[in-house]
Structure formats: C-alpha cells, structure tokens
C-alpha cells in the first residue's frame, strides 16, 4: 500500500514514460543490522507499463496447461493477464465504473479452481468471475466491505467456500488515521459462498474480528494468507506504533475463528512494511512462508517455519523492488517444474523466482527442493 517516489534509477528494461500519479514517499533502505541475504535471480522481469500501477497477483492453470499469472491495476482499474512462464503481457481485462465486469480500485486477488474473486477498494465489493472467459457471476460484499483489500479462500467442504477479506478502512481528510481501537475488531470480515445449479455464487456473511487491544490491535491491513492444515491465518499488520514511537510492521497470527493467538513475528522481523504473504506448503505438515519486506533498493523476501514461525532465510532479486503482492505456484509449469515464486516490481511489471532455486540457495528442506 506504500506510495513511493519513481526518482530510484531503474534497469534499461524497465523505464518508461510514467502517467501522473500521486506523489510517493521514499521506501526504508535495509538497515545495516538486517540478517544476510541471498540472492536469488530473477528468471524474467516482464516489461514494464508504469500507469497501471500493479497490485496484487493470482495464479491460473488451464486445462491445456497455460499457465496465467493475473495482476490487479489499481490506477487503470482493470486486470491484466501475463504468460506465468514468461511474462509476456497477453491481454487487459475491464474498465473503470461500477457494473458489474468493471473495476474501481481492484486490489486483492485470488483463485479457486475456475473461479476468479477480485476486491475492490472503491467499489466496496469482490466479485467473482469464470475463468478462462472472465465472465462476471456476481459480487458479495457491498453491505459491509469499507476499503476492502486482501482475500484468502478455504474449502471447508466441497464446493463450500469461506472467504477472508482484510478490511483497512481510515479516517481523516487524506484517509491516513486508523480507526479507533474499539473498531478494529472489524479489520478481517468473512463470508461464506456457495454456487447454485446456475454457477452463480451465494454469499452469507459470518461477521468480522481483529483484536482491539493496544499492543495487538491490526492496524493497517491488506496481505493475508492461511493455513488450513494448521488452523493458522497470518496477517500483515503494516504499521503499528512501537514504544519508542516508530512504527513496525509484523505478520500477526489468527486461527479460522478468528481469535487472536499472541504469536507474532519478531518485532524487527521486517525493516519496512510487511506486504505479500503466502504459504509454501511442500508436504502434509513441511514448509515455509514467504513474506514481502518492501524495502528499497531492493525487496527483501523473508521465509519462516511453516509451524514455528522460526525464519528460515531471506533472499532478494537482480532488480525486484517495492513489492506489493506476491503468488505462489507450487505446481509444476512448462517452465519451471517444480513451481514459481510471482512477485510484482515497482508497481510496473511482474517478476518470476523458480522455486527450486530458492530452495537451493537458502539450503531449506529436501521436501522443498533444497
């Protein structure tokens, strides 16, 4: 969610002419104290188109085995549509306004089999689309959503869907004061959907939670990723006060009932703001999380213990910088058999790490590739 200045020097490849936009303030540079890093190449960098203003990513495979990666444009209110095996940009899809296939503000993306939910800030809503077509099915949302930002989708049955979507409304003239702590317990609502006999979903709305406490509260919310073989949510909390008055960032751990567990990551984990988040699940039980530390001149990735929240290594790119949203692909591909890390760069392109060179070069488990 950061907005930063475009005065960074960029690869060749990636300048272009930059669409007025909103004036950026400067990321954090890593500080000397941070944990080593390794690097980890990029195995493309799609060319860059800077008005689109790229936010969040998703995952898709057809039935003929393409592979989609699709990327919500936040300032162009629309998605766009890149080969996942070599980023090749291959088609936009919507335009602004509020019926329904349109687009105000899409941010959070996510997959489950051929269905594509999109959140929308400005529209207040998510909306569901059939894939490969992206045929608009329908919204949910709109009677409780305020600044809807991150989804994360599990099947509790099949063909029954329940549905997290962060919720970082704020106050003030320029919408940057967080609400009071009294409510905060509204920062992640859920819902539950169903498709009926059509193919059109059917939403309930379960409620919300977020724990009000003052040294625990989710302040400022997008990213949110599960675990259901743990009973585990993780959610980025960007910006929280720290006793000494500078604001942290963490990754604050929920169960599906939406209770609060006191785990967090440590404080400092991440020197900037906490973005992207997704599990990396190699087996039943083994793993590790990926979290996004959207630091300047490069983005830092962070990995944790699928379980103890341990870190296991942190790595960044050739170039990647500014992350938001990230997707995990753990299936094999035509280009990268044993999966992609998807990480969108300086709001402007989308970069692709092969998973079983970050296994190797953080040395993780074998299960994993390492």
Excluded at 164 to 182: A, K, Q, R
Excluded at 297 to 313: I, N, V
Aim: hydrophobic fraction near 40%; glycine fraction near 8%; charged fraction near 20%.
């Amino acid at each position: 969610m950061t907005l930063r200045p475009v005065s960074m020097a960029l690869p060749a490849l990636l300048l272009a002419a930059c669409a007025s936009q909103p004036p950026r303030t400067e990321a954090p540079t890593l500080p000397s104290t941070a944990p080593a890093s390794d690097t980890v190449n990029e195995r493309y960098v799609s060319a860059a188109n800077p008005v689109d203003e790229l936010d969040s990513l998703a995952s898709w495979t057809s039935p003929t085995g393409d592979t989609w990666l699709i990327a919500s444009a936040k300032s162009t209110d629309q998605l766009v549509v890149f080969d996942a095996d070599t980023g090749e940009r291959l088609r936009t899809v919507g335009e602004p306004g509020d019926a329904a296939g349109r687009f105000d503000r899409p941010n959070g993306l996510a997959v489950h089999g051929d269905h594509l939910f999109v959140a929308e800030r400005d529209n207040h809503r998510v909306q569901v689309f059939a894939l490969p077509g992206f045929e608009p099915l329908g919204s949910f949302g709109q009677d409780q959503l305020r600044a809807p930002y991150g989804l994360w989708i599990n099947e509790t049955e099949p063909g029954e869907l329940e549905i997290y979507v962060t919720d970082s409304f704020m106050y003030g003239e320029h919408f940057n004061v967080v609400p009071p702590l009294s409510e905060l317990d509204q920062r992640v609502r859920r819902y539950r959907v169903v498709f009926d006999h059509k193919g059109q979903p059917r939403s309930h709305y379960a409620g919300s939670f977020g724990d009000t406490r003052q040294d625990s509260a989710l302040r400022v919310v997008e990213s949110i990723a599960g675990d259901p073989g743990g009973d585990r949510l993780l959610i980025a909390d960007e910006r929280f006060p720290r006793e000494d008055g500078r604001n942290a960032s963490t990754l604050r751990e929920y169960n599906f009932k939406g209770h609060y567990t006191g785990r967090s990551l440590p404080q400092d984990a991440f020197a900037a703001e906490a973005e992207g988040v997704a599990l990396w699940s190699c087996s039943a039980t083994g793993g590790y999380w990926i979290a996004v530390d959207q630091l300047a001149p490069l983005t830092m990735f962070h990995l944790f213990e699928r379980d103890s929240l341990a870190p296991a290594g942190s790595f960044h790119g050739a170039v990647t910088a500014y992350t938001d949203g990230v997707a995990l692909h753990a299936a094999s591909t035509r280009e990268f058999p044993r999966g992609a890390l998807f990480a969108v760069h300086d709001d402007a392109a989308v970069v692709a790490f092969d998973l079983a060179d970050i296994a190797r070069q953080l040395g993780l488990s074998t299960e994993c590739g390492g």
